[in-house]
């Protein structure tokens, strides 16, 4: 599992690639490019990784118990030993901010809510948090812990939801264009104000599409103006 990093000091973010891409994929896409002036200033050290989906939610030549398996082992690997690899990296003290678009974003909101005691916050862009709309019909106990819709819902262990309140980094961004889904994003945001778990959400307009220039726009707008 390779793993890039950008810049020496600032705050944490670590980019979960979208759909089957992998930890190059930001670089490609020139989203390192306009995050370059809040790297060379210290602001921000990025991080990104590979992602798994390709091995899980892509694969349609295994099960679907075989696909949640894969993706309850990538949970364990940014957490076992992405985030230690972070920390020495930069601090012990030093937050880490999850950050994805597109199914990117799911796991960026995931592994933030999951474990707030190893990751920070979440940047969640153009995202859909109901983890049933990628397992084609295949659901069970642990599909229902990896879908924030559903397990934020009840989830009733106050010691970590008092740490996830604790976040002043919980963003939620999407466009209203082609091939958006800014209802999701909007259910998402009405179960954190249930929950009494402060948050952003910016829903932008109908010209804001599905794609890498509407987020070139938003991460360094959220890096900029929230950090």
Known sequence: MEIVEYGHFGFALLLLPTAAADFLEYERFLMIDVLKKYIDAGKVKVFSINSINSESWLNNKISGRQKIHRHLQFNEYVYNEVVPFIKGKTSASTPII??????????????????????????????VYNLGYYTKQYWDEDCYWNSPLHYLKEWNDQFVLDKIRESNHIHIMTGSGDYEDPDASRHLSGLLHHREISHDLDIWGYDIKHDWPTWRKMLPYVVDQKF
Do not use: Y
């Open 98 to 127: 999850t950050c994805g678009a597109s199914f990117g974003a799911l796991h960026a909101a995931n592994l933030f809510f999951k474990n707030p005691f190893a990751i920070n916050g979440c940047i969640a862009m153009s995202g």
